[in-house]
């Protein structure tokens, strides 16, 4: 067990709609990355937050928002939902600046746009 | 052309049997992290290297650094080590990580 848990682990929406996935990072780590996983398809990274700011963001429209909590918890967040973003969410707990910069990684949370 | 290659895509294999999964990449990198996916979807972190060899158990990381590549090895395979495999790269400093696509391993018994 990582210490990373994401919620909900499964969920289904409909085109248009909003979605928000939470992460709870491992205790004392400060950085939370999102990604993205398609149905036979390595991760996609999505965003990064370090202390609540995002400090790096891969190729994902603005629809696809996110947050961080003064606990180093996250939200992502998806606007106007399409049908090519029914995949695996994944988040990462790390700790910035950290020799190891090992990844702890929550179950996921799967979401299905019908 | 993507910038981490994962090969083999499908692996199968005999319990007992030693099993070499590569990685090559094309970036400059800080590290490079070797994860297991299991069919329920969540991802453990394996290894996390930034040179030479490390080891765990039954399994056995390294990285060329030079050559841009790295392989994972399983020694005495055992079905419970069926799952994908996934070689991930932290480009620059504190870059973003760059994925392969997995390797997909059976062992049978």
């Known amino acids: 067990e990582t210490g990373v848990t994401q919620s909900p682990t499964h969920l289904i929406k409909t085109r248009g709609q909003q979605v928000t996935l939470r992460c709870s990072s491992q205790?004392?780590?400060?950085?939370v990355s999102w990604y993205q996983q398609a149905l036979g398809q390595g991760p996609q990274f999505i965003f990064q937050y370090y202390r609540e700011e995002e400090n790096g963001r891969g190729n994902f429209p603005p629809r696809f928002s996110g947050l961080q909590f003064p606990n180093y918890s996250s939200e992502l967040n998806v606007n106007a939902l399409e049908l090519d973003d029914s995949a695996l969410y994944l988040c990462?707990?790390?700790?910035?600046?950290?020799?190891?910069?090992?990844?702890?990684f929550g179950e996921g949370s799967r979401l299905t746009v019908l | 052309k993507n910038e981490v290659e994962q090969s083999p895509q499908n692996l199968t294999a005999q319990e007992g049997e030693f099993i070499t999964i590569n990685c090559s990449y094309s970036v400059g990198i800080s590290a490079l992290h070797w994860l297991q996916q299991h069919p329920g979807g969540g991802i453990v972190s394996l290894f996390m290297l930034s040179s030479g060899k490390k080891k765990h158990g039954r399994l056995i990381a390294t990285i060329n650094i030079q050559e841009k590549h790295s392989s994972l090895h399983i020694t005495a395979s055992h079905p419970r080590d069926s799952a994908v495999y996934i070689c991930a790269v932290r480009e620059g400093s504190q870059g973003n990580l760059i994925f392969g696509k997995g390797t997909k391993l059976s062992v049978k018994p």
């Open positions: 990462a707990s790390s700790l910035m600046g950290a020799n190891t910069g090992e990844l702890f």
């Open positions: 205790s004392g780590h400060n950085t």
